[in-house]
């Protein structure tokens, strides 16, 4: 079946502009994650759904960060006046249970962000 | 929140067995052990995960003593495609918050 795609593979912007990353998580995952990756680094928690609701934002850097998940699939990740040093790249993955490490978690290729 | 440590990077050569130990010193009763998998390029893909003594699946075995402290990830007869980053994570539970990556270990498999 299809796996966790993540859209655009790569997005380049300009510092101080707004970007929108999406993830389409496996169908029927009731838990869905963002991640972000800078080089050389594992990923870095930053938000997990457990259907429509954040469960867990504790890992989003400052406000500037954002996602919904409004129907309980697909999750857009929001990032308000970019900076340079949130240059990375963006997992995102889905689990079919609950959460937690208990549960595997199936990645998207990620979104490789280049703010300039 | 239980940490990991790992080393860097290790090399080997095809054919052989590579393990890669782990150490979770302050594991919690609840907490298990999962190990994953990165390519360039890719996002992270599961590889095994036990709660104590041994595991084994087609990929891979999973070695945790009694005290849980540390675990080794045996990977058997080696090929070049098993150059990658190998993840040791440690959490349980219903938060995701606990699950830590770190930096992992780069193995590299020479010809």
């Known amino acids: 079946g299809a796996g966790v795609s993540q859209t655009p593979s790569n997005k380049v912007t300009e510092k101080g502009k707004y970007v929108e990353l999406r993830c389409d998580p496996i169908?029927?995952?009731?838990?869905l994650y963002w991640y972000r990756q800078s080089l050389g680094q594992g990923p870095e928690f930053l938000i997990y759904f457990q259907g429509t609701g954040a469960a867990d934002d504790s890992g989003l850097p400052n406000d500037r960060f954002f996602a919904v998940r409004p129907e309980g699939s697909v999750s857009t990740l929001k990032i308000q006046r970019t900076e340079r040093g949130d240059s990375a790249v963006y997992l995102c993955?889905?689990?079919?249970?609950?959460?937690?490490?208990?549960?595997?978690?199936?990645f998207g290729p990620g979104t490789r962000l280049t703010v300039l | 929140l239980a940490k990991t440590t790992q080393p860097i990077s290790m090399d080997s050569y095809e054919g052989q067995e590579v393990n890669i130990t782990c150490s979770h010193n302050n594991i919690a009763t609840n907490d298990y052990i999962t190990w994953y998998q990165q390519f360039p390029s890719q996002g992270p893909r599961f590889i095994i995960q036990?709660?104590?003594t041994k595991v084994t699946n087609e990929v891979a075995s999973l070695f945790i003593p009694a005290d849980r402290k540390s675990s080794t990830l045996s990977l058997p007869r080696v090929s070049l495609s098993d150059t990658a980053v190998y993840y040791c994570?440690?959490?349980?539970?219903?938060?995701?918050?606990?699950?830590?990556f770190g930096s992992g270990t780069r193995l590299s498999i020479r010809p």
């Open positions: 993955a889905s689990s079919p249970i609950s959460g937690g490490t208990l549960d595997t978690q199936y």
């Open positions: 169908s029927g995952h009731t838990a």
């Open positions: 036990g709660y104590k």
């Open positions: 994570l440690v959490g349980g539970g219903s938060s995701a918050s606990k699950i830590i």
